[in-house]
């Protein structure tokens, strides 16, 4: 008889804002925690409403040798407007984000100006399928309005497999 203690351990490499400055204004770094852990400090200030017209798109890319050559990866979260993409956010996510103050609340549209401080916040690894590779993961995040982009975000983990040990 055999016990697999393999498990998927998780990491923020960046996490960067690319576009949108004057709709968002993002302090967000990523920085070691301690001698094994990583983790997000910072702030998230919404600067302007945004309501149903803002739509939220997103592409995965992966690279399998964390060399930084990424590939499109071929799954794909369904373009929706930002009130949908929050509420489905909550629905799936709460419990990893449940512990920040001054996030909008569920339900809430249009979504009011606000500051969100973050505070050595960890990745979320159980928010991660068990059957994603290992490697690196790089998703961008794009909100438009009307088929013109109004910002940009971009996330890179990196993924390992881990005894557990």
Same mark, same amino acid.
């Given at each position: 008889?055999?016990?697999?203690? %393999?498990?998927? %351990?998780?990491?923020?490499?960046?996490?960067? %804002? #690319?576009?949108?400055? &004057?709709?968002?204004?993002?302090?967000?770094?990523?920085?070691?925690?301690?001698?094994?852990?990583?983790?997000?400090?910072?702030?998230?200030?919404?600067?302007?409403?945004?309501?149903?017209?803002?739509?939220?798109?997103?592409?995965? $890319?992966?690279?399998? @040798?964390?060399? %930084?050559?990424?590939?499109?990866?071929?799954?794909?979260?369904?373009?929706?407007?930002?009130?949908? $993409?929050? &509420?489905?956010?909550?629905?799936?996510?709460?419990?990893?984000? &449940?512990? #920040?103050?001054?996030?909008?609340?569920?339900?809430?549209?249009?979504?009011?100006?606000?500051?969100?401080?973050? #505070?050595?916040?960890?990745?979320?690894?159980?928010?991660?399928?068990?059957?994603?590779?290992?490697?690196?993961?790089?998703?961008?995040?794009?909100?438009?309005?009307?088929?013109?982009?109004?910002? @940009? $975000?971009?996330?890179?983990?990196?993924?390992?497999? &881990?005894?557990?040990?």
């Amino acid at each position: 008889m055999y016990i697999t203690l %393999q498990l998927m %351990q998780i990491d923020f490499e960046r996490l960067e %804002q #690319l576009a949108g400055y &004057d709709i968002y204004n993002s302090s967000l770094r990523v920085c070691k925690y301690n001698r094994t852990a990583v983790a997000v400090n910072g702030t998230i200030e919404l600067m302007v409403p945004l309501n149903e017209s803002v739509m939220v798109t997103s592409d995965l $890319f992966h690279s399998s @040798r964390g060399n %930084q050559q990424f590939n499109h990866y071929p799954v794909k979260f369904p373009t929706q407007n930002i009130c949908e $993409f929050l &509420d489905n956010f909550y629905t799936d996510y709460s419990e990893y984000v &449940d512990d #920040l103050d001054n996030l909008p609340a569920k339900g809430e549209c249009p979504i009011k100006p606000c500051k969100i401080d973050i #505070l050595n916040k960890p990745f979320p690894a159980k928010a991660v399928p068990p059957f994603f590779p290992p490697g690196l993961w790089k998703a961008q995040i794009k909100l438009t309005m009307n088929d013109v982009e109004i910002a @940009r $975000f971009e996330l890179i983990i990196k993924a390992r497999e &881990d005894l557990g040990i």
